[in-house]
């Protein structure tokens, strides 16, 4: 987690990671002690190890937590409610997880589209949403829908992402089709590396090799033996997801969407700043 000035870890502090996943512990800041273990039952048997020993509590920082999350949450189901001509992201991506069914795999790829991914795509169970939070991924998406199903075949599986992160591995819609395997990939389809564009346009004035226009993505999967349809209405989501999955076979349901900063973009940002900044610690 990072905050205006970089890590949340402050090289003062000391820091305890609990987490579930052996492969977490150890990154993305240096650890004092690190543990594999449920969340819960980690911080319940550190309680306890502590004793009688006071443990200082701000009983302002659950409730101004909770009432961010509200407010956050507020935003994105008002940008998921915009009806404009283009697609807002937000609209797509509520769409999205409205049309898939609830005992789906999906994968979160691209970078900027994953975002939307995160806050608007529920998870409702372990282990049915896969995401590189490293942003080294653009273009995972497809190969590991594809090992997915394999391992998973009666279980939907999509993989969600930008035209960009699509880009890199779409030819692998090939290897679905022989292989009888129907992944559905649904793209967030700004025409644009978005993020590149504006933050070459807000940084210096300009913006260079950042379009992506008139790729048409549903005629690629077509023309490998696929699925594929085009979508530039929120309403029209839903119905192509399910003649995607009703055809069998791997489906690409290219929808237009326009670029909106997601409201997290600011924050993520700072990380770049991180080093030239001065840093608080404390």
Do not use: K
Request: proline residues 6%; aromatic residues 8%; hydrophobic residues 40%.
């Amino acid at each position: 987690m990072w905050d205006e000035v970089g890590p949340l870890v402050r090289r003062t502090h000391q820091h305890v990671n609990i987490n579930i996943d052996p492969s977490a512990l150890g990154a993305p800041a240096p650890h004092d002690v690190g543990l594999q273990a449920d969340a819960r039952e980690g911080l319940r048997d550190l309680i306890e190890g502590l004793g009688g020993q006071v443990i200082s509590v701000d009983d302002e920082w659950l409730p101004s937590l909770r009432d961010l999350r509200a407010t956050y949450s507020g935003l994105l189901a008002a940008m998921a409610a915009e009806r404009d001509p283009v697609m807002h992201p937000a609209a797509l991506a509520s769409a999205i997880a409205g049309a898939m069914p609830h005992d789906s795999l999906a994968v979160f790829d691209g970078g900027h589209t994953s975002f939307w991914s995160n806050d608007l795509t529920p998870v409702h169970d372990v282990r049915t949403r896969f995401h590189d939070p490293g942003m080294a991924h653009l273009g995972f998406g497809l190969p590991y829908a594809i090992a997915m199903q394999l391992t998973d075949p009666d279980r939907p599986v999509f993989n969600i992402t930008g035209d960009g992160g699509f880009g890199f591995t779409m030819q692998e819609l090939d290897t679905a089709r022989r292989y009888r395997l129907p992944v559905v990939t649904v793209i967030h389809n700004n025409e644009s590396w978005g993020v590149i564009r504006q933050g070459q346009s807000t940084q210096f004035g300009f913006e260079l090799g950042t379009g992506l226009e008139d790729t048409d993505y549903a005629a690629i999967a077509r023309g490998f033996g696929c699925h594929g349809e085009h979508v530039s209405d929120v309403d029209d989501v839903a119905p192509a997801i399910e003649r995607g999955l009703a055809s069998g076979l791997p489906s690409v349901i290219d929808c237009r969407t326009r670029f909106v900063p997601h409201p997290a973009m600011a924050a993520f940002g700072s990380m770049n700043r991180f080093g030239t900044t001065t840093r608080r610690d404390g």
